[in-house]
T-cell receptor
């Protein structure tokens, strides 16, 4: 039973390029959360999605960032026109529903470096 | 809104010494509480959690934490540190079910634990 799968593990982009981060939740999980971890900081909530719906994107920058979780396939976090400040580790977590006692299952993260 | 404060961004202990990592929270209702560990360049692993019931919870790798409602605290302890405990530790809270709205984990800033011989 595979856990939360994120790819790529490491991603290097030049300023102005696009970054696409993928997250496949655990089997049976239909809720996905994206978090960003800046160097020397904790994890900050970005966006919460269910299949085909964005439930809460209050933590996601209004510009350049978007997220989706289609009916089929992984969740995608997309960053357009990346800047140096986007360099961070991006973690995806999933849960089977709107229940909080699991504490979510996290993937290993994608480490984005913008050069 | 909930928030989490972890006192001490860096903690250093000797091997075999007591580990104490502090976590205080702020929440409109008693939340569920979690401790996660993150090893370098890895994801987060759940150490332990408190939801309801016994306030002293035991987790993996010999760690335990006690929920103290009166102090709004959930400090993480381990009686004897091991070199392999060196990592970053995150305290997190979430509102319990049926408390209104949906739930999302809110994290503290983390405490980096160093263990020296």
């Amino acid at each position: 039973n595979a856990g939360v799968m994120q790819n790529p593990r490491h991603l290097v982009r030049r300023r102005g390029q696009e970054a696409r981060l993928r997250c496949s939740p655990m089997k049976g999980h239909s809720h996905v959360y994206w978090y960003r971890q800046l160097p020397e900081e904790g994890l900050k909530f970005m966006v919460y999605l269910q299949k085909e719906n964005i439930i809460d994107e209050s933590g996601m920058p209004k510009e350049r960032f978007s997220a989706e979780f289609p009916k089929e396939g992984p969740s995608i976090l997309r960053i357009q026109q990346v800047v140096r400040g986007d360099s961070a580790a991006y973690f995806c977590a999933s849960s089977p529903g709107q229940i909080s006692n699991y504490g979510y299952t996290f993937g290993s993260g994608t480490r984005l470096t913008v050069v | 809104a909930q928030s989490v404060t972890q006192l001490g961004s860096h903690v250093s202990v000797s091997e075999g010494a007591l580990v104490l990592l502090r976590c205080n929270y702020s929440s409109s209702v008693p939340p569920y509480l979690f401790w996660y560990v993150q090893y370098p360049n890895q994801g987060l692993q759940l150490l332990l959690k408190y939801t309801t019931g016994a306030t002293l919870v035991k987790g993996i790798n010999g760690f335990e934490a006690e929920f103290k409602k009166s102090e709004t605290s959930f400090h993480l302890t381990k009686p004897s540190a091991h070199m392999s405990d060196a990592a970053e530790y995150f305290c997190a809270v979430i509102l319990p079910p049926f408390s209104g709205g949906y739930n999302k984990l809110i994290f503290g800033a983390g405490t980096r634990l160093a263990v020296h011989p």
